[in-house]
């Protein structure tokens, strides 16, 4: 069967830098809109004034594009439904507030937040769900315009009709029903005058033709208010994906406490977008094929009936795992470019190709790179202790033996090997560790038959009479 286009949105706050929560939201949203030739929008949630800032949307937008997530419509990118900031859009919101409070589905409320603390608390006491009393919904229009006049602040609630039920079919979690009488009548307008979250949430994803809303299971219950909304105004609700959270080792949600890294912490460190792609793709959604993935390939395999219930949980491993995987599918420029430029500073121009060829599978990030950039081309070198413990078991006889190996044999780690081992009857670790362990430093690492030509015979020769007493 073929699949239907969707239109998908992600719509971040600026009130800080994306982590990976947020980008995995973003990448669900991105999959599904592109499979079909769907639409991906941007839109910046923003009306809460004092917490929004611009620095914060341009990151996010820098993010995206870092990534490859790129919008069809929003921000810089146009469309018919602009403008796509929310602090814009007041005008909008304005006119859907009149249309309600017109309809008689809307009333300003006047309880201070002090009376509804102590409703709250006293509704949760008897056993009852903490839903406004409506001790306001009878104030005349005569009432009200005098406690306006007198300079009383309040906010707009929608009236919840009572005795209803609201019931939508979820993309992850089937059906599911609400009944009005646990929702109580809600803010939808805050006493400074600016929208509620969920309010303008709704609207816009209506007026902007969004099908497909693709957001967290902590946004759930906002959903049968957000439809309720829609209906009175006759606008139509899209289709709803409320997609598990992601949790840190401690089952909590997951936050920069608990181990998320920013985007722009993770670009810093040197991670490939490509990495992320892969990792959070499975972050709650299940793939027939575990391998490696390009992102038009993970587009078309993409399926709302694999994302999970249950919460996923983030695994710092997993996304070092495709990163390495990453790496493997680069071509040895890009894993050069990508090394950075004080990798290159240090590696010999010659020498470029052979060092990515020789150390690619050993490292994940660019300072891996610098690690072994520097023990292969620095005259100074810095031994582990480990490697120390081999050298010395290994005794001045075996480096004396290495030296003149290398002497005759120059950079042939092959043939150098087989002199140690016929000289001095040794193989395996007592052979390969304390040769590794005098010229790198270390016990592990990349094929000595290949970085030995670029340590160089003269560098070797040195690095093995630190070991010879004469």
């Known amino acids: 069967m073929a699949l239907r286009p969707f239109k998908t949105r992600f719509a971040p706050s600026p009130t800080g830098l994306l982590h990976l929560g947020n980008i995995r939201t973003a990448l669900f949203n991105y999959l599904l809109a592109r499979q079909a030739g769907g639409t991906f929008l941007l839109r910046l949630e923003d009306t809460d004034a004092m917490r929004g800032h611009e620095k914060f949307a341009r990151a996010l937008e820098e993010d995206l594009r870092w990534l490859g997530l790129v919008w069809n419509e929003g921000p810089k990118a146009g469309g018919s439904h602009g403008p796509y900031a929310q602090s814009e859009r007041g005008h909008i919101y304005k006119e859907y507030f009149s249309a309600l409070e017109s309809r008689g589905v809307a009333y300003p409320c006047f309880c201070s937040e002090h009376e509804l603390a102590i409703a709250r608390k006293t509704a949760i006491a008897a056993g009852h769900p903490p839903r406004y009393s409506g001790k306001c919904r009878a104030l005349s229009r005569a009432e009200a315009e005098a406690r306006f006049g007198r300079g009383e602040p309040a906010t707009l609630r929608f009236r919840v009709e009572e005795g209803r039920i609201v019931e939508f079919d979820d993309k992850v979690r089937e059906r599911q029903v609400f009944s009005t009488d646990d929702i109580g009548d809600f803010v939808i307008r805050r006493s400074d005058g600016t929208p509620a979250f969920f309010f303008c949430n709704a609207i816009d994803d209506a007026v902007m033709g969004v099908t497909l809303v693709v957001r967290g299971e902590d946004h759930l219950t906002n959903t049968p208010r957000q439809i309720l909304l829609l209906q009175a105004l006759g606008l139509p609700a899209p289709e709803y994906a409320h997609i598990a959270l992601v949790v840190g080792a401690d089952g909590a949600p997951l936050s920069k406490r608990t181990g998320s890294r920013s985007v722009q912490e993770l670009r810093e460190a040197g991670f490939l977008p490509a990495a992320i792609h892969n990792y959070l793709a499975r972050l709650g959604h299940t793939y027939e094929d575990n391998s490696f993935m390009t992102l038009d390939k993970l587009v078309s395999s993409f399926s709302l009936a694999r994302l999970h219930r249950a919460p996923a949980r983030y695994d710092e491993a997993h996304l070092a795992h495709w990163q390495r995987e990453a790496l493997l599918h680069l071509s040895a ?39 072994w950039a520097q023990i292969v081309f620095s005259d100074t070198l810095a031994i582990s202790h480990p490697a120390r413990e081999a050298i010395t078991v290994a005794g001045e006889e075996f480096f004396d033996v290495a030296r003149r190996a290398v002497e005759k044999h120059g950079a042939d780690f092959k043939a150098v090997s087989e002199m140690l081992r016929h000289t001095l009857s040794v193989s395996g670790k007592s052979l390969f560790q304390p040769l590794r362990a005098a010229l790198t430093g270390e016990l592990d690492g990349p094929e000595m038959a290949k970085l030995l030509p670029l340590i160089g015979v003269e560098r070797a020769r040195e690095r093995l009479s630190r070991f010879v007493m004469s």
């Open 333 to 371: 420029g890009e894993v050069g470019e990508w090394m950075g430029d004080k990798v290159s500073a240090l590696v010999p121009v010659d020498k470029r190709e052979a060092f990515v060829v020789a150390v690619r599978a050993n490292v994940t990030f660019p300072a891996d790179a610098m690690h």
